[in-house]
């Protein structure tokens, strides 16, 4: 599981079908209270915008999110962050 902050939006003209209609989000990881690099994620339940904190998780296990689909993707948003307790 990864924790993060939206940062922009990717556009994107040609996707795999099962990415049709689903945004796909830039967002800032952070680990250890640190930015830890730039991931692209896939936004399919949560409609994060900019500046949200939210946790994603990787892997096989971010398709999953998408149910019936097979969706090639290594990473999708699942949730929002109320409070995050250290200094960016």
Do not use: C, H
């Not at 936004?43 to 296990?61: P, W």
């Not at 097979?70 to 995050?84: E, M, R």
């Amino acid at each position: 599981m990864y924790t993060g902050v939206v940062a922009g939006s990717v556009v994107a003209t040609v996707k795999d079908e099962g990415l049709d209609g689903v945004p796909l989000l830039v967002v800032r990881k952070i680990e250890n209270g640190k930015e830890a690099g730039l991931i692209v994620a896939a936004d399919q339940t949560r409609q994060a915008g900019m500046g949200d904190f939210v946790y994603l998780i990787g892997s096989k296990e971010a398709s999953r999110v998408f149910r019936d689909a097979k969706v090639p993707t290594d990473a999708s948003i699942v949730g929002f962050i109320d409070s995050y307790n250290e200094v960016l």
